[in-house]
């Protein structure tokens, strides 16, 4: 009897724990974030940005300050900015989607993209699993780091248009509220000329309970 109770108790505690990482919420995986991902806003100050969706981070001079703005919030995505107060410096924008292994165990994706007309093709992009409260840094490459121009031209592609691409284009990353698996990548030109040596414009990954497939497809800008 004593044996069946404790199996019993142990079915509970981990029923407990799968109901609270699954009750997990957007606003609790930002919170968890390292610090890296909200520059200059400390835990209270992520508090108040969920509170109020938009929080200034203070500085001794006013062109210093920041403002930050919570965007889209759903049950698996979330999206925030900060620019300078002033319209000076560089804008960043943030996004946060969590997906569900086929295990049932869930990863939380973290993208930064910066402003293009200061950073050009800097972007970010992590993994961290889900544990709980805490997002511990997965290091398995879901999304390839070094993705850039190269991925989308044909073959036989000139020297001249490839040094081009390398020097004016830039990429942004779109984790995509409006679907549960899928990520964008796109290269966004700076001279049309260019667009004829490549074979789209946009790279969709789609998760499958394990890893990401992709694929290479073209989109007019709306």
Not at 119 to 133: F, M, P, V
Request: net charge negative.
């Amino acid at each position: 009897m004593k044996r069946f109770a404790t199996a019993i108790l142990s079915i509970l505690i981990f029923a407990n724990n799968s109901e609270q990482a699954h009750a997990q919420s957007m606003h609790d995986l930002f919170l968890a974030l390292p610090s890296y991902c909200t520059p200059g806003l400390n835990n209270s100050g992520r508090k108040s940005l969920i509170k109020d969706t938009e929080f200034t981070v203070s500085a001794h001079k006013e062109e210093d300050e920041i403002d930050y703005t919570l965007d889209t919030v759903t049950d698996n995505y979330l999206a925030y900015e900060y620019s300078n107060s002033k319209g000076q410096g560089t804008n960043e924008n943030y996004e946060m989607k969590r997906f569900k292994f086929s295990n049932g165990k869930n990863i939380l994706l973290f993208s930064k993209t910066g402003d293009p007309r200061v950073h050009s093709n800097k972007y970010i992009l992590k993994a961290y699993d889900i544990s709980g409260n805490n997002l511990v840094e997965n290091f398995q490459s879901f999304i390839p780091e070094d993705l850039d121009y190269n991925v989308f031209l044909k073959f036989g592609t000139p020297d001249s248009v490839k040094k081009s691409l390398e020097s004016t284009s830039y990429y942004t990353f779109d984790l995509d509220a409006r679907s549960n698996d899928k990520v964008t990548y796109r290269i966004i030109l700076k001279d049309e000329k260019d667009e004829k040596w490549l074979t789209g414009n946009m790279m969709i990954f789609t998760w499958k309970g394990t890893l990401f497939t992709s694929e290479i497809t073209y989109r007019k800008d709306e």
